[in-house]
């Protein structure tokens, strides 16, 4: 499973190193979020994001239920409501 990492400002120096706009593929399609039931080895719900390349590639990004609220929840704080 795929670890997630919360970055409240990507603004912020320290944030993660800049882009190379050479290497990025920007993704003009909807992007999906699918709930998966049962999606870890131990039963637990899972939240899967999809999207389709402009290649025509699909890229399938899974990570856990409780990760992805969390995130939801640390954005909410700084943010609040949308």
């Known amino acids: 499973m795929v670890s997630l990492s919360l970055i409240l400002d990507g603004t912020q120096e320290g944030s993660g190193p800049p ?4 290497t990025v593929l920007h993704v003009t399609s909807a992007i999906k979020v699918i709930g998966m039931p049962n999606g870890t080895a131990a039963g ?7 999207a389709t390349l402009p290649d025509g590639h699909e890229v399938f990004i899974e990570t856990t239920m409780a990760l992805f ?14």
């Not at 882009?19 to 050479?22: A, K, T, V």
């Not at 637990?44 to 999809?50: D, L, N, Q, S």
């Not at 609220?69 to 909410?76: F, N, Q, T, W």
């Open 19 to 22: 882009f190379d706009p050479s």
């Open 44 to 50: 637990k719900p899972t939240v899967m994001i999809r």
């Open 69 to 82: 609220v969390m995130a939801a929840r640390g954005l909410l704080a700084r943010y609040g409501e949308p």
